[in-house]
């Protein structure tokens, strides 16, 4: 059996864990950036899971194993979501300004909770996002798409990442969720500061903070056809720290990842010989690239962080009670105990969007937006082709995410239908069509209506920093 340290000791000298780093395997590193899966290959050599550093000082523990990784995250009664019983958190090991705080920090909403008030946030984000018309959907990122592709479509020439996947998604939920576009640049840029966990964690935490107060302060007074007048009107009766809270995992889950998807899926498909001559053939080639891209290279590949209850056996390994557990979706899908040579066609098993109680409500309307958006790209700009070598495009550092710097293409210039569309940025959004505009109020009752007392926020900000 392998047993691994408190995150307070390390390693013993003489561990396969040791190193200069103390702690295990960095994930933190552009070496690992570049080149994941070799490192998930050393990883698994150790057993189920192994020890791993997230950030200078901040130890976990990283699965690898496809059935074990099952295992954490369908057994909530062994492993608890919520970051209070952080052992080194509490303790004061891991301080207010270490750059996972943004992504690991207790919050309460429906990501780092446990029943019972997961049920609570979790039917009220399950309900609310029931009531968005995916057909209506489509028409908006496609409308969306068609101005962020008129600004660069006669240049001949783009960045992909910038210019389209990392804006794209954005658009859309500022629009879900009723607020303009103007800040969407900032805001993207926030986002990738607190995915990334480096040194300006603190200042993207910061502003999407702000963010997030600013809509749930506009939409107290002005509710409308939105998802958040919805979360705010639904029976459960969401407080303000818990609707800021609840709005910022659905807006920071559905844009960082699914830029990521959007951009790895296009890498996919400009650069693998399966999909030559084939990118402007329907819908069948954007739905195989999704899914190659969600069993092999997740947007999100280290994340669903879970705490052991008390000390428990995963498949071997030791694991401690109160020190994180990481779910590598990334590894785990490629986990060389699956059947890695079968066709992966129609089979949606992998762990992309997690599994088990807190696995993504939202897959299907990311997949939705993703889909489209390349769709819709790939109408436009049938001849897009990468601008350089696809062994030349670099990966962004950090522990939890795929994704990559930059995604340079160049076409056939196409000259642009709507005059005046390059000014996208500083243009509002029409009403939404995206979301059908009935009453604030949810399509069906939840299953109960707790007794809880509306309050307001006092500080947001301290909430917001997960302590």
Not at 239 to 248: F, K, L, S, W, Y
Not at 437 to 447: E, F, G
């Amino acid at each position: 059996m392998t047993t691994h340290h408190p995150a307070g000791s390390g390693p013993p000298p003489g561990c396969p864990a040791h190193d200069d780093h103390h702690w295990g395997t960095p994930l933190y590193s552009p070496e690992f950036a570049a080149n994941p899966g070799g490192v998930y290959a050393e990883l698994r050599s150790r057993g189920a899971a192994a020890p791993v550093e997230l950030a200078p000082g901040v130890g976990a523990t990283l699965v690898t194993d496809y059935y074990a990784a099952l295992d954490v995250l369908r057994n909530p009664h062994i492993y608890s979501k919520d970051p209070r019983n952080w052992r080194a958190r509490q303790s004061g090991e891991v301080p207010d300004d270490s750059p996972v705080i943004p992504l690991m920090g207790y919050r309460p909403n429906a990501l780092f909770s446990d029943p019972p008030d997961h049920v609570r946030f979790r039917q009220a984000i399950t309900d609310s996002l029931h009531r968005i018309d995916p057909h209506a959907l489509r028409r908006s990122v496609s409308r969306h798409a068609d101005r962020l592709i008129d600004a660069f479509a006669s240049r001949g020439h783009a960045d992909l990442l910038t210019e389209y996947a990392a804006v794209l998604p954005l658009l859309t939920l500022n629009e879900l969720f009723g607020r303009a576009d103007a800040d969407s640049v900032q805001l993207v840029t926030a986002l990738a500061k607190m995915f990334e966990g480096g040194d300006g964690a603190a200042e993207g935490d910061a502003q999407f903070t702000q963010y997030m107060v600013d809509l749930i302060t506009v939409k107290r007074a002005r509710p409308g056809p939105d998802v958040t007048s919805w979360l705010m009107a639904h029976p459960v009766r969401l407080n303000d720290e818990e609707m800021i809270h609840q709005c910022a995992l659905l807006i920071a889950a559905g844009t960082e990842p699914v830029q990521n998807l959007i951009g790895n899926a296009m890498r996919l498909l400009m650069s693998d010989d399966r999909f030559a001559g084939s990118l402007s053939g329907g819908s069948m080639p954007v739905d195989a690239a999704l899914e190659e891209v969600l069993w092999k290279d997740p947007p999100m590949a280290n994340y669903a962080v879970h705490y052991p209850r008390h000390d428990v056996s995963l498949r071997g390994v030791r694991l401690r009670a109160g020190e994180p557990v990481v779910i590598s979706l990334a590894a785990a899908s490629t986990d060389p105990a699956l059947n890695l040579s079968a066709s992966r066609a129609g089979n949606r098993a992998h762990l992309a969007f997690s599994a088990g109680p807190h696995a993504c409500p939202a897959k299907d309307l990311a997949r939705l937006i993703a889909a489209v958006a390349i769709e819709r790209l790939l109408d436009r700009v049938p001849d897009v082709a990468l601008a350089v070598p696809a062994s030349r495009l670099r990966w962004r550092p950090g522990p939890f995410h795929r994704a990559l710097t930059a995604l340079p293409v160049h076409f056939v210039p196409v000259p642009s239908p709507i005059p005046g569309a390059s000014t996208w940025m500083t243009q509002s959004p029409a009403p939404s069509p995206s979301t059908r505009p009935a009453p604030t109020s949810t399509v069906k009752p939840p299953a109960f209506v707790p007794p809880v007392r509306r309050r307001r926020w006092s500080s947001p900000a301290a909430w917001w920093r997960g302590r």
